[in-house]
Structure formats: structure tokens, C-alpha cells
């Protein structure tokens, strides 16, 4: 029975190195700096620029950039994951996010296989959740400035949970040009079916308010706005 012996000390030394590796990986700058390395060669149209920390105990970003079918830039990135749930694959709980600038941008020459290209044009009836490996959590989220297009938000506060069949957006605050803005939303997708929208956004000024909701099919949601306040003349 020696054979069985070797066996499992074998066993044993290779789950001690396979344990010591995930320990280093999760709880060095080195580790971190290998992951992320590794992660840009696979996608190469990702750049990461100024990675510090570790993934057990909070990770800064000073840049990252994405030049794929939109234009991706964030400054000062920092996040916190919750560990064990990942590392069972259970699921990605981001504790804390945090990042001082997401700028968001469609490029001027879109890409050759690109809808804007090729002239085709997105049907809202056939749009569906991406199929995510794992569901992601964001408990807390602060967004100093976002920017996509013509859309300009500012000192933004967002929580919510992405899953195989849902989008949900539990709380997102923002600002714009003296004007808040606090929103719920909720994206549900069912097979054969249409995406299900439940949005409610309300909107303040120092002399009006009002608050917007659409709820049903993506394709023909019922749209329904409130307002109150002196009408502008």
C-alpha cells in the first residue's frame, strides 16, 4: 500500500503549491500585476496603466482604456471584491467602486463589422442580456464625472446587480448643470420575448420637479411623465 502513500502525498503537495499560488495571486502587488498582465494579452484592445494593490485588499487603476466597438476611458479606478464567493464561482460582489472619471465614446470610424458599418440598425425586439459567466453585484459604486456623448453626469452614487436574466439598477443618483437626478431601473429579459423596462427617474430643480416612468416591452413601454412648478414662459 506504499503506492497509496505517494499518492496522497501527492495529492497534498500539489493542493499546498495550488494554494500558495491562489495566496499569492489574491494578496500581492505581484499577483496582481501578473493577473492584469495576463488579462491585457487576452484582450488586446485593453490598456492598463498605474495597477497597484491586490485583489484581497483593494486595487487602484490610475488609467483604463478600452478601444473596441465603443471607447472606454476610466481614471483613478479603485475597487474592493468580496472573495470567497468568487472564488467558489458563485458570483462577483463588488464591495466598493470608486473612479474619478468614465468617459464613454463611439468611434469616429466605426469598426468594419460594426451595425453602423454595415447599415444595419438595432432592433429593440430582438436586444437581450449579454450571457454573463457570473452574476455581478455592485453594492457601492462613486462616479466623480461620466460622459458619453452629449450626456454629462456629475458626483453619481449607483448600487445594483447584473444576473443571466436581469439588469437592475437599485440606486443611481447624479447631477447635471444644477439638476438632480434620482433613478431606478430594471431590465428583464425572458426567452422569445422582449425585454421587460420598469425605469422610474425623478428629476429636481430649485423651482420644479418631476418624475418619469416606463414600464412593459422594451419595444412599446408605457411612458408616463409627472411635473411641477411654475412653466417655463
Given at each position: 500500500?506504499?503506492?497509496?502513500?505517494?499518492?496522497?502525498?501527492?495529492?497534498?503537495?500539489?493542493?499546498?503549491?495550488?494554494?500558495?499560488?491562489?495566496?499569492?495571486?489574491?494578496?500581492?502587488?505581484?499577483?496582481?500585476?501578473?493577473?492584469?498582465?495576463?488579462?491585457?494579452?487576452?484582450?488586446?484592445?485593453?490598456?492598463?496603466?498605474?495597477?497597484?494593490g491586490?485583489l484581497?485588499?483593494?486595487?487602484?487603476?490610475d488609467?483604463?482604456?478600452?478601444?473596441?466597438?465603443v471607447?472606454?476611458?476610466?481614471?483613478?479606478?479603485?475597487?474592493?471584491?468580496?472573495?470567497?464567493?468568487?472564488?467558489?464561482?458563485?458570483?462577483?460582489?463588488?464591495?466598493?467602486?470608486?473612479?474619478?472619471?468614465?468617459?464613454?465614446?463611439?468611434?469616429?470610424?466605426?469598426?468594419?463589422?460594426?451595425?453602423?458599418?454595415?447599415?444595419?440598425?438595432?432592433?429593440?425586439?430582438?436586444?437581450?442580456?449579454?450571457?454573463?459567466?457570473?452574476?455581478?453585484?455592485?453594492?457601492?459604486?462613486?462616479?466623480?464625472?461620466?460622459?458619453?456623448?452629449?450626456?454629462?453626469?456629475?458626483?453619481?452614487?449607483?448600487?445594483?446587480?447584473?444576473?443571466?436574466?436581469?439588469?437592475?439598477?437599485?440606486?443611481?443618483?447624479?447631477?447635471?448643470?444644477?439638476?438632480?437626478?434620482?433613478?431606478?431601473?430594471a431590465?428583464?429579459?425572458?426567452?422569445?420575448?422582449?425585454?421587460?423596462?420598469?425605469?422610474?427617474?425623478?428629476?429636481?430643480?430649485?423651482?420644479?420637479?418631476?418624475?418619469?416612468?416606463?414600464?412593459?416591452?422594451?419595444?412599446?413601454?408605457?411612458?408616463?411623465?409627472?411635473?411641477?412648478?411654475?412653466?417655463?414662459?
Amino acid at each position: 500500500m506504499r503506492w497509496l502513500g505517494v499518492l496522497v502525498a501527492l495529492v497534498l503537495s500539489v493542493a499546498a503549491v495550488s494554494l500558495a499560488t491562489a495566496t499569492w495571486l489574491l494578496t500581492t502587488d505581484g499577483g496582481t500585476q501578473l493577473l492584469t498582465g495576463q488579462l491585457q494579452k487576452r484582450i488586446v484592445e485593453l490598456e492598463l496603466e498605474g495597477v497597484q494593490g491586490n485583489l484581497l485588499r483593494g486595487v487602484h487603476i490610475d488609467s483604463l482604456r478600452y478601444r473596441g466597438a465603443v471607447w472606454v476611458e476610466l481614471r483613478g479606478l479603485e475597487f474592493e471584491l468580496q472573495m470567497w464567493p468568487l472564488i467558489d464561482l458563485q458570483a462577483l460582489h463588488i464591495e466598493r467602486f470608486s473612479s474619478e472619471l468614465i468617459s464613454i465614446q463611439l468611434p469616429a470610424v466605426p469598426s468594419p463589422d460594426s451595425e453602423l458599418a454595415t447599415g444595419q440598425s438595432l432592433r429593440l425586439d430582438e436586444l437581450q442580456l449579454p450571457d454573463l459567466p457570473l452574476p455581478i453585484y455592485l453594492h457601492a459604486a462613486t462616479v466623480a464625472q461620466f460622459t458619453y456623448a452629449a450626456v454629462a453626469l456629475s458626483d453619481i452614487h449607483l448600487a445594483g446587480a447584473w444576473t443571466k436574466t436581469a439588469l437592475q439598477i437599485s440606486e443611481l443618483q447624479a447631477s447635471r448643470d444644477g439638476v438632480s437626478l434620482d433613478a431606478r431601473l430594471a431590465l428583464v429579459s425572458a426567452q422569445s420575448q422582449p425585454i421587460h423596462i420598469d425605469l422610474a427617474l425623478s428629476w429636481f430643480m430649485p423651482e420644479q420637479q418631476g418624475r418619469l416612468t416606463a414600464q412593459g416591452p422594451i419595444t412599446q413601454p408605457s411612458v408616463r411623465h409627472r411635473f411641477s412648478g411654475p412653466v417655463p414662459t
